[in-house]
């Protein structure tokens, strides 16, 4: 049994060469393809050829390659189609927006004038932050 890939993942066709992919760029650890409902022309994910779901269980070589691949392609997307900046985004668990299970760094190409992904937001009270701060430090 392979156990690196799951036959229902989307991405592991992908990387096994059963399915069809836009491939930009390729290395031993990673694959990285054009998005098939781009946010924005040359929006590209970077994928684990492993079979992981989650950003937050990534073992250390794997989150290493997977973000250098993010970086070479981002200035690939620069280079080659003039992109002026890249929103590098992960979506981590179904609440967080994530429809494929298998980890992928977003690559979206940013122009002058697009509206930025983080909308207006509030100035949270000290306090609150300090409770925050502790919940997640403390213990
Ligand atoms: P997420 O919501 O973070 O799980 O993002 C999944 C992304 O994968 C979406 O932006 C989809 O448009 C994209 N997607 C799904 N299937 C494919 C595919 N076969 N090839 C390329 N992109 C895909
Ligand atoms: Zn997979």
Do not use: W, Y
């Amino acid at each position: 049994m392979d156990l690196h890939h799951d036959p229902s993942c989307p991405f592991c066709l992908i990387e096994e060469g059963k399915a069809p992919a836009f491939l930009i760029h390729n290395d031993a650890r990673t694959m990285s393809f054009l998005d098939i409902r781009p946010f924005a022309e040359g929006h590209t994910l970077v994928i684990p050829r492993i079979h992981i779901e989650l950003f937050s269980d990534l073992d250390h070589d794997t989150l290493a390659s997977l973000f250098i691949a993010a970086s070479e392609v981002a200035r690939l997307l620069k280079r080659r189609l003039g992109v002026d900046g890249i929103n590098v985004l992960v979506n981590e668990g179904k609440v967080a927006g994530q429809v494929v299970p298998h980890v992928h760094i977003h690559l979206i190409p940013r122009k002058p004038g697009n509206e930025p992904i983080f909308t207006e937001r509030v100035q949270a009270e000290e306090s609150t932050l300090e409770d925050l701060r502790q919940k997640i430090t403390v213990g």
